[in-house]
């Protein structure tokens, strides 16, 4: 059975470093924020990508993201503006970690498993 927790450690690998704990319920945007961490962002809705991190250990829920494929996701990648932490967890944030974020789509296109799901498979098929 999973551990339930109000609150989470989370490590931040890069940056200068530090350890936060934070709300669970809270996306880590906010939370990190009001620990001071200085992170970009955007829309704060999880559809610009703006505030990727990488996430090298643990688990999020980030069920409400609209801006990841599925390429960025397995390589790691969370938006911290809607992303919950389920776990404790490491992250590199800001653009020192966006260097497996973006791909040249003409020299590297996403394969059909890449996709989104929501696009991946034609309606009327599953
Ligand atoms: S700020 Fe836009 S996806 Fe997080």
Redesign the pocket.
């Known amino acids: 059975m999973a551990q339930l927790s109000d609150t989470w450690t989370i490590t931040i690998a890069n940056q200068g470093s530090g350890r936060f704990s934070v709300d669970a319920q809270r996306p880590l945007?906010d939370t990190l924020e009001e620990h001071g961490v200085d992170l970009p962002?955007?829309?704060?809705?999880?559809?610009?990508?703006?505030?990727?991190a990488k996430l090298t250990a643990g688990a999020v829920d980030q069920a409400e993201?609209v801006?990841l494929n599925n390429r960025q996701i397995a390589n790691g990648y969370v938006?911290?503006?809607?992303a919950r932490p389920t776990s404790d967890c490491t992250l590199e944030v800001g653009v020192d970690s966006h260097d497996k974020l973006y791909r040249n789509p003409f020299l590297d296109p996403l394969e059909p498993h890449e996709l989104k799901p929501d696009i991946a498979t034609p309606i009327g098929e599953s």
């Open positions: 945007l962002y955007g829309c704060r809705y999880g559809g610009c990508i703006t505030c990727a993201q801006a938006v911290l503006c809607v």
